[in-house]
Structure formats: structure tokens, C-alpha cells
């Protein structure tokens, strides 16, 4: 078993909709969470970060984190083309690693 | 404000060649990072450092090397490229190994 699992995708949504990202991680003792969003050819940049059980909103961006069921998940609202990108899932265990996600892409129709 | 600076951006190299990427921050991190990334993968980490002096093997450490002097500088060196070598290759940082990492713009290189 991967110790980040995402969908690779591709996941196509028209624009405007709710495009919904999740990822799964193996180690229970995970503590931080994170997602990235990577433009073909560019390095990953932040997007949320969330520790806690819960929703965390940020604009049109929520991550909500189950630790129980060991997923955790981007919802992004109103999806713009703009937003056409890999999504990179990370999660740290509380060791010096954080574990990467293969990425899913996500395209945003016009 | 220019956070984590990779150089080159592009290089090609023949095989059996040696070179050192280069990677600068000024964020006054103590956590650094390189991975590299083959086309439609994840991030593997090659090799991290928890402070200067400090540094330890990652996932795919085998074919490279590491240094730390400073805060500021994290070069990892290829000795004797090797084709499998071929690949996107990120520095990043952090302030705490639980906060989020910052990346550079990165650096392709290839080995024929």
C-alpha cells in the first residue's frame, strides 16, 4: 500500500462547478497535511494547509481532514480554467519526511 | 523576496559526468530538501537537512551527495550521471518539518 494515494485522474469539471480532490494516507500518526498545486513545467506551490480534524476555507478553497478514515480532501468552488493543474497531496507523520501524492490533474472546462 | 533560488535551470550532461546543483534560500530555514520528479510522479526525496552540519539520506539518495555549511546553501552533487538520473530536480524549505515547504523554480536536467 502507497503511503499517499491520490487519483491521477484526469478529472474534468466544467467550469463554475465544485471540483473535489481527495487523498488517502497509510500511517495514523500523521500530523500535517498539505496541498499543492503544481502548473505544467513549474515547481508545486502551497495552496492549504490543515492539522486538525475538520474544514479549513480559504476563498474558493476548503480541505477538510478525516483522520479516522485517513483521507483528507480539496474542495475547490467555482472552478476556473485557471485552476487546470496537478494537485499534489503531502502528509507528514511528524518525522523529518513529508510524503508526497502522485498528483491528480484536474481540468477545468470552459 | 526571492525565497529558494535553484542553479542552473537547465543543464545536459554526458554520462558519467559529475556537476553540483546548486540551491540558496533567505528565509533563515533550517529544514532543506531535494527531490526529484520523473514525468507524471510524485516528489521522491533524494536528501534532507535539519540544520547546518546536518544532513540525512531520503528515498532515492543512491548517485548523489550532499552538503551544508550554511543555513543558506544546500548543493547536491551528481557524481557519475547516469541516464536514470534524467529528471526534474526541486530544493525546497521549511521552518519546521510540520510547516509547509517552499520550492524553487527547479532545475531539467538530462544525461545522454
Known amino acids: 500500500q502507497k503511503e499517499v494515494e491520490q487519483n491521477s485522474g484526469p478529472l474534468s469539471v466544467p467550469e463554475g462547478a465544485i471540483a473535489s480532490l481527495n487523498c488517502t494516507y497509510s500511517d495514523r500518526g500523521s500530523q500535517s497535511f498539505f496541498w499543492y498545486r503544481q502548473y505544467s513545467g513549474k515547481s508545486p506551490e502551497l495552496i492549504m494547509f490543515i492539522y486538525s480534524n475538520g474544514d479549513k476555507e480559504d476563498g474558493r478553497f476548503t480541505a477538510q481532514l478525516n483522520k479516522a478514515s485517513q483521507y483528507v480532501s480539496l474542495l475547490i468552488r467555482d472552478s476556473q480554467p485557471s485552476d487546470s493543474a496537478t494537485y499534489l497531496c503531502a502528509v507528514n507523520t511528524g518525522g523529518f519526511k513529508t510524503i508526497f501524492g502522485a498528483g491528480t490533474r484536474l481540468f477545468v472546462k470552459a | 523576496n526571492a525565497g529558494v533560488t535553484q542553479t542552473p535551470k537547465f543543464r545536459i550532461l554526458k554520462i558519467g559526468q559529475s556537476m553540483t546543483l546548486q540551491c540558496t534560500q533567505d528565509m533563515n530555514h533550517n529544514y532543506m530538501y531535494w527531490y526529484r520528479q520523473d514525468p507524471g510522479m510524485g516528489l521522491k526525496l533524494i536528501y534532507y537537512?535539519?540544520?547546518?552540519?546536518?544532513?540525512d539520506k531520503g528515498e532515492v539518495p543512491n548517485g548523489y551527495n550532499v552538503s551544508r555549511s550554511t543555513t543558506e546553501d544546500f548543493p547536491l552533487r551528481l557524481e557519475l550521471a547516469a541516464p536514470s538520473q534524467t529528471s526534474v530536480y526541486f530544493c525546497?524549505?521549511?521552518?519546521?518539518?510540520?510547516?509547509?515547504?517552499?520550492f524553487g523554480d527547479g532545475t531539467r536536467l538530462s544525461i545522454l
Open positions: 525546497a524549505s521549511s521552518s519546521d518539518r510540520t510547516q509547509p515547504q517552499h
Open positions: 537537512s535539519v540544520g547546518a552540519g546536518i544532513t
